[in-house]
């Protein structure tokens, strides 16, 4: 078993809200010097996402190939990466160091004990007011001031939330739209298992959004994984492009060619689909259709109800 599937989102927290920034910022002359990379977690965060996936996208030229076609989008995300009880709640913005050089992005994420979807409610507003700070303040002690700020409030607050917060009205379109890649997803997991069980295992999927809004695709598609796992159970990431058609999903590890996500629009990367017929087909559409039947009362009763078959792709059971 690989590192990260030992220790990530797997430190002791003490109950505690870890917040923490990397990347570029004017402010600096290259790259900023690590602020609050306080738990193994955040550690493997910046290594796999920024110093690994990112710089390597950089440095095969991949991301050059796609903006002269015209199929780049710019650094505007929010993400999740979840495991059982812990999360980091993050985001992604477009950036450049003292220099103006401009291909880096900044990231700033939360670490805390939470569970995605309770991560998204109770984090996502104060990432996005740090960020806001962050990128308008112009020298070295705001930027670290603002972090230290951001940590002394939320773990100052009394941060409560319910399972049972309030979806947004799901139109019966949009419950059509979303079918196909409910059931894609779930396909694409049975279909990836073998991989899965490795010791690098992974699977990446590119699906249909169901809001342009972020934090709605984050909270939509996180509650689904969520109440679908039983252990053991990889960690996922959730990366929502903001104002996009699409979000990207990493089950497992992630392989350093899984960020070419990040800057690629549907031109450059496709939607992944899966053909799929028969009985398989219809028990999997069932339990879509179940799900977003479900979204529309709460998603409490959506974590409530665990099943088996997510545990089952992971470990399938072996033939007497």
């Not at 923490?20 to 493997?44: C, N, Q, R, Y």
């Not at 020298?139 to 309030?166: C, I, M, Y």
């Not at 509650?223 to 979000?247: C, F």
Request: proline share 5%; hydrophobic share 40%; net charge positive.
């Amino acid at each position: 078993m690989s590192r990260f599937l030992k220790v990530f989102l797997r430190d002791p927290l003490s109950a505690k809200v870890q917040v923490a920034g990397f990347g570029k910022h004017p402010a600096w002359d290259d790259h900023i010097d690590d602020i609050g990379l306080s738990t193994e977690t955040l550690v493997l965060t910046k290594q796999l996402l920024y110093s690994e996936g990112i710089a390597t996208q950089l440095a095969s030229g991949a991301w050059d190939q796609i903006e002269k076609s015209g199929n780049a989008i710019q650094f505007d995300h929010r993400f999740v990466w979840s495991r059982n009880e812990q999360s980091i709640l993050g985001a992604i913005w477009d950036s450049a160091d003292r220099k103006g050089r401009t291909r880096f992005p900044l990231v700033i994420c939360a670490h805390a004990g939470f569970t995605g979807l309770r991560a998204i409610d109770l984090l996502f507003e104060s990432i996005e007011r740090l960020g806001s700070v962050c990128r308008t303040v112009n020298t070295q002690k705001e930027v670290h001031d603002a972090f230290v700020r951001a940590q002394w409030e939320l773990n100052g607050a009394n941060l409560l939330s319910s399972d049972d917060s309030p979806w947004p009205e799901i139109a019966d379109s949009a419950e059509n739209s979303m079918l196909p890649a409910l059931v894609t997803f779930s396909a694409g997991l049975k279909e990836r298992r073998p991989r899965e069980v490795g010791q690098t295992g992974r699977s990446h999927f590119r699906l249909d959004a169901i809001s342009s809004q972020a934090k709605i695709n984050l909270r939509f598609w996180s509650a689904y994984l969520a109440s679908r796992r039983t252990a053991p159970n990889p960690p996922y990431l959730v990366i929502a492009s903001n104002g996009k058609g699409w979000i990207d999903v990493i089950v497992g590890e992630p392989m350093r060619n899984d960020f070419f996500c990040l800057r690629a629009n549907n031109n450059a990367l496709a939607a992944t689909w899966i053909e799929i017929e028969g009985p398989q087909r219809q028990k999997l559409e069932s339990e879509a259709k179940d799900y977003l039947q479900t979204c529309r009362f709460s998603p409490g009763s959506l974590l409530a109800r665990r099943r088996s078959w997510w545990s089952n792709l992971f470990n399938p059971k072996k033939p007497r």
